[in-house]
């Protein structure tokens, strides 16, 4: 099966950097993504890493380590928008992707 | 272009009720999934289909059945709804099942009482 962790909160100010990490154990894995919800929404997709490194997104960036089995968004220049759960998850076999259970993003001012 | 659109947003049932929750989408994606979100937790699948007519069970897949008798619908329903099955559904499509970003829909919060 698979199982992941990451932290269930952070907190940061607005400007900052702010890193979130997430570890998994799996018994099949093609690739890493990373989903922001905002309260009451619908998760939407931000970054996929399939292979070791960091891909970068805008102010948003994605870490893998598949020997470490680890990962982590990178969010730089926090807004309040910001402020949401972010969500990793490991994408298996036939497509199919577990989840952790969301790391909770508080920017303050 | 709608993206992925549940019907309805809220549902309360009793117990032992039957429902259908409904999800289409209009990007001709192949791969639809629906998954559930209990309180602060992540997002659990329960069923899958990698194209029209091809279903498959996901982690909790008791108490829910699935079918795909069209690319863009794929329906949910619930067979005797029990408290235990109170929670928020979403509804996900994604191009293929090797294509990692999926498209979710707005939910469905349902309250079994």
């Known amino acids: 099966g698979q199982s992941l962790e990451q932290p269930s909160e952070v907190t940061a100010v607005e400007g900052a950097i702010v890193q979130i990490n997430c570890t998994y154990q799996?018994?099949?894995?093609?690739?890493l993504s990373w989903y922001q919800q905002h309260d009451g929404g619908a998760p939407t997709f931000l970054s996929y890493?399939?292979?070791?490194g960091l891909e970068e997104t805008g102010r948003f960036s994605s870490f893998l380590s598949r020997s470490d089995s680890y990962g982590y968004l990178l969010l730089q220049e926090l807004q309040m928008k910001d402020s949401a759960s972010y969500f990793c998850?490991?994408?298996?076999?036939?497509?199919?992707?577990?989840f952790g259970d969301g790391t909770t993003l508080t920017v303050k001012p | 272009n709608a993206g992925v659109t549940q019907t309805p947003k809220f549902q309360v049932l009793k117990t032992g009720q039957s429902m259908t929750l409904q999800c289409a989408q209009d990007?001709?994606?192949?791969?639809m999934s629906w998954y559930r979100q209990d309180p602060g937790m992540g997002l659990r699948l329960i069923h899958y289909?990698?194209?029209?007519?091809?279903?498959d069970q996901g982690e909790v897949p008791n108490g829910y059945n699935v079918s795909r008798s069209t690319t863009e619908d794929f329906p949910l329903r619930l067979l005797s709804a029990a408290p235990s099955q109170t929670s928020v559904y979403f509804c996900?499509?994604?191009?293929?099942?090797?294509?990692?970003?999926?498209?979710f829909g707005q939910g469905t919060r349902l309250t079994v009482v």
């Open positions: 990007m001709n994606h192949e791969y």
């Open positions: 998850a490991v994408m298996g076999g036939a497509g199919k992707s577990t």
């Open positions: 890493n399939a292979l070791d």
């Open positions: 799996t018994s099949g894995f093609y690739g």
């Open positions: 996900a499509s994604s191009y293929s099942g090797q294509h990692p970003e999926a498209f």
């Open positions: 289909s990698v194209g029209a007519g091809i279903t």
